[in-house]
């Protein structure tokens, strides 16, 4: 896609996603902007090849019995979502394989004031699900407990901080309290991954939270 992406991964999150560190739903998250994003995919090679430069160095040491067998177990109960090149489809290629396919498959569940959202089975280390807001829909008011990971696919949304749109991703921690309102002109969707639950200042949504998983 034509690069013009303002909001970017850090260092610190390419890196663990370069080591496979992340929880599955920050990894998933992670993954779907790198297909988005020719920069950060360039920074993640770089990574990439520091990681497997430092390897090389590293001694070997012997393999006990069944060492394969589980190294085999490990990688395939743990991996990492793979980047891809950017394809043509509604949804990038590392979410197609979450949801089944494309927008049209995402099976959405209402959350109220017109927003829906899809809770997506990763690792119970933080949770991913995609959002949908309506055009000039807001999140209610919130803050993090944790960190909180947000890509958007469709549309554009804006806070406080800034506005961001199709490739953008917003990394938001415990200091950051914001109220997402989406573009007027498209509705929004967004992928959004938190290793905690949002902080609410409303009575409603505090009440709904535990039934929303948010």
Known sequence: MTETIQHHLTD???????????PEAFSLTVATHITMCDTCRARLGAF????????????????GAGSLAACLAAAKAGRRATPARPRF?????????YVGGGLADIKWRSVGMGMRQAILQTDDR??????????????????HRGTELTLVLQGAFA??????????????????DHTPVADSGADCICLAATDAPLRFRGLIPRLAQPFLRI
């Open 126 to 143: 933080a949770t991913a699900r995609l959002l949908y807001i309506p055009a000039g829909g807001a999140v209610p008011d919130h803050g």
């Open 159 to 176: 806070d406080d901080t800034a506005r961001f749109a199709k490739g953008d991703i917003e990394i938001a921690g415990e200091d950051l």
């Open 89 to 97: 489809d509604a949804l990038p290629a590392p979410l197609m394989d």
């Open 12 to 22: 610190a999150l390419l890196m663990a996603y370069s080591a496979g560190t992340l």
């Open 48 to 63: 990439d090849s520091v990681g497997g430069a430092l390897l090389s160095q590293e001694d070997g040491a012997p393999m």
